[in-house]
């Protein structure tokens, strides 16, 4: 038995000038954005990560450039607990009607059976290039096999795969949102510094009205203090 995820990506495309135009419109037969294949130790950062795709506002600017929804829903995840001890025909209906895979992959994911059939699921479908492995721990064509992350199936994939790496990114941009911008941009065919720079200034936007807000609430409380305290004058009688 399996379960149910919900997420979709399109394969990424890089150009210098950005003159590639993408298209978010879903294959008919398809109905997930994409399905995040993760193992019983990463299913919390699985949810995480599901959490933060959908709930991700793609900038307006590119909406309309790249003809994309306002959010990548639905994903598909779903609870390892609930999952068989096979690849069945309701899970293998999920990965059928998702465009992309990520796969979070990590030493625990390199191990499971079930991250590995879905990758070959993937990959038998002749959808390698459709395939984002989301790097949690370890290091993939590790000499230490111990510090393998890739399943079996990645790891002998017909393809080289681009993954991309939680701890590197958050260390290099000081925050784990680089990694799922990093996906987002990689499902839409963007440019990872484009979609980050409209994040940075988003954010920075938003810094700066709490900022205003919190100055206005502090002259507003300080204002109300001053006129209600008891004011005292002292008069001096001259002779």
């Known amino acids: 038995m399996l379960i149910n995820k919900e997420i979709c990506f ?19 037969d398809k109905h997930y954005f994409a399905f995040i294949s993760h193992s019983s130790n990463d299913e919390k950062i699985a949810f995480w990560l599901r959490n933060q795709l959908v709930n991700y506002n793609i900038p307006v600017s590119v909406q309309k450039e790249f003809n994309a929804p306002k959010r990548l829903r639905p994903v598909f995840v779903y609870q390892t607990d609930l999952a ?19 796969a979070i992959c990590s030493p625990s994911g390199a191990k499971s059976d079930y991250v590995n059939n879905e990758v070959q699921h993937f990959i038998d479908a002749g959808k390698v290039d459709k395939i984002i492995p989301f790097i949690v721990d370890g290091k993939p064509h590790a000499d230490n096999p111990d510090e ?53 200034r988003k954010q920075r936007r938003k810094r700066i009205l709490f900022s205003c807000l919190a100055m206005l609430m502090t002259c507003l409380v300080l204002f109300v203090w001053d006129y209600k305290r008891p004011t005292y004058k002292y008069f001096v009688d001259y002779v």
Request: glycine share 8%; charged share 25%; net charge negative.
């Open 84 to 102: 068989g001890n096979v690849l069945g025909d309701a899970l293998g209906k999920e990965l059928h009607d998702s465009q992309y895979l990520i």
């Open 148 to 200: 393998e992350c890739f399943p079996r199936a990645l790891q002998k994939a017909p393809m080289e795969l681009r993954g991309i790496n939680l701890k590197e990114l958050t260390k290099q941009l000081g925050s784990k949102r680089g990694a799922v911008v990093n996906v987002i941009a990689t499902m839409l065919g963007v440019r990872f510094d484009a979609l980050w720079d409209i994040y940075k």
């Open 10 to 28: 399109e394969e990424v495309i890089f150009d210098e000038e950005m003159t590639i135009k993408y298209s978010l419109a879903m294959e008919q």
